[in-house]
């Protein structure tokens, strides 16, 4: 295919994916302008619900602005071939086939996309969640978190796209076999490793204390035969107020980790309610099915990629001068954000699925009434939209609606 048509595909699908995604948040926050659900009435605290509204609403402006300065900004980039720009001025400062360009040059837009979003994450964390009494992160730790982030990036990126360089020029079209071999090794790695090597890099995880919780939880998780060893807690309120748990990692490494702003809000027994889901999580298989599905997509990805990755009309069609592997694989990536989509609600859908099988096993190796006051309490806290549109659901959630949530939970009473 020639470069113009390569080009005028993007510039359709960054437009289309903005139209769309506009539709859908429109449609969420109409469908959030409700009065609270009839189900909830006299559970739900009405005055959380009112707030609710509010903060999706704020959020809905901010995004929409967001949404139209970086339409703009992808439009300009891509339609004027600044892409193609940056790869010549790099070019003229590096010797000629060196394999840093490319490292370079993912490095320099990381960094320029970071330096433009920068006022929308801080005004996002520092305006928004403070006004609605999320924010517990100060300024320095920003710094701090945004430091290591950088690191990590810098290590964990240049790892992954120095072996694809490698593969490429050493094997051109046929990288992809051994690329896909390399990765899954890494993704199993990072699955197993995450809690213990990437996780305290951010956040102090520690046992569960001894008490009354701790006590709870032994006879529950004794009963199901989870090893207690492998429950932590996290200072998730260093950053937020806002509450959750999961579930990570494989074998002996597996864990269950409670974010102690959960611990502090939610009695024992919905506690060890919370703790059941995550279990059934693990009893489910979840994590294994999902290393599974995400190796098989990853091969076929990379099998296309491999088709597309050689081809100097991408380069051309991203104003590159000659053929270029990192205009490439962002051209790629631009041209493969549908199936991307798609991949997204496939996952999302599978996701969901996960969510009503560990409460199904909660309720059934616990109870099923401490998990719903549980979830109530984590919506009511979280300022969680109780009605979102169905489209919305569809394409964005990866956990059920609460209501539906409750509705399959009652049915264990
Ligand atoms: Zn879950």
Do not use: C
């Amino acid at each position: 295919m020639d470069a113009n048509l390569y080009l005028w595909i993007i510039l359709g699908l960054i437009g289309l994916s903005f139209i769309w995604n506009e539709i859908l948040d429109y449609l969420n926050l109409k469908a959030h302008q409700q009065p609270l659900p009839e189900e909830l009435k006299g559970k739900f605290d009405e005055a959380k619900y009112a707030k609710s509204y509010d903060y999706h609403h704020t959020n809905y402006r901010f995004g929409l602005i967001q949404g139209i300065l970086g339409l703009l900004v992808s439009l300009a980039v891509i339609g004027l071939g600044w892409l193609g720009d940056i790869d010549s001025w790099l070019r003229g400062m590096l010797p000629e086939g060196s394999f840093w360009l490319p490292l370079a040059f993912f490095g320099l837009l990381y960094i320029v996309s970071d330096v433009l979003t920068l006022p929308f994450q801080l005004y996002k964390i520092f305006v928004i969640e403070e006004r609605f009494g999320f924010n517990k992160m100060t300024p320095a730790l920003f710094v701090k978190d945004k430091i290591k982030g950088y690191l990590l990036a810098a290590i964990m990126g240049g790892l992954v796209l120095g072996i694809l360089l490698w593969l490429v020029d050493w094997l051109g079209e046929s990288f992809w076999i051994w690329f896909w071999g390399f990765i899954t090794i890494f993704s199993l790695f990072m699955t197993v490793f995450y809690s213990s090597v990437i996780l305290p890099i951010f956040n102090k995880l520690t046992p569960l204390e001894e008490g009354e919780l701790r006590s709870a939880i032994t006879s529950y998780a004794r009963g199901v035969d989870f090893p207690l060893d492998n429950i932590f807690v996290i200072d998730g309120s260093k950053r937020s107020t806002k509450a959750n748990a999961f579930f990570t990692g494989l074998g002996k490494r597996k864990r269950i980790v409670l974010y102690d702003t959960l611990i502090e809000k939610q009695s024992t027994e919905e506690l060890v309610a919370v703790l059941a889901h995550e279990v059934g999580h693990y009893k489910k298989k979840h994590i294994v099915q999902s290393l599974v599905i995400g190796t098989i997509q990853m091969g076929a990805i990379l099998f296309i990629l491999s088709r597309f990755v050689m081809s100097p009309a991408l380069s051309t069609a991203l104003g590159g001068e000659s053929y270029a592997i990192h205009l490439n694989l962002i051209a790629f990536g631009l041209l493969f954000s549908p199936i991307s989509m798609l991949i997204g609600i496939f996952l999302n859908r599978f996701s969901r699925k996960n969510e009503f099988e560990a409460d199904h096993f909660a309720a059934s190796t616990y109870r099923a009434a401490p998990l719903s006051e549980a979830l109530i309490k984590l919506s009511e806290e979280n300022l969680s939209n109780l009605t979102p549109h169905p489209l919305y659901v569809f394409m964005h959630y990866s956990h059920p609606p609460l209501i539906q949530r409750l509705r399959a939970l009652s049915a264990h009473e």
